[in-house]
């Protein structure tokens, strides 16, 4: 690496290289699809807890009336 410079261009160009890729990877698919799992589990989130507050749990609440009575 250090003795032939024509080498040492081409393993620095790859890494450039390398380099170059792993931040489109990161700005053009990676964030963006990380960003886009997050929305998806809090809309996921929010319904869980809408179904649970305004219908499984006055059901849940309805049947131990009818079993308890």
């Known amino acids: 690496y250090k003795r032939w410079g024509w080498f040492r261009n081409v393993v620095q160009a790859a890494w450039r290289g390398i380099q170059t890729a792993a931040l489109w ?3 053009v698919v990676l964030k963006p699809t990380f960003a886009a799992l ?6 996921v989130g929010r ?5 649970w507050h305004n219908v ?3 059901v ?3 049947i131990a009336a009818v079993v308890t009575w």
């Open 25 to 27: 990877a990161w700005t």
């Open 38 to 43: 997050m929305v998806a589990v809090r809309v």
């Open 56 to 58: 499984f749990s006055p």
């Open 47 to 51: 319904v869980a807890m809408w179904l």
């Open 60 to 62: 849940f609440r309805g």
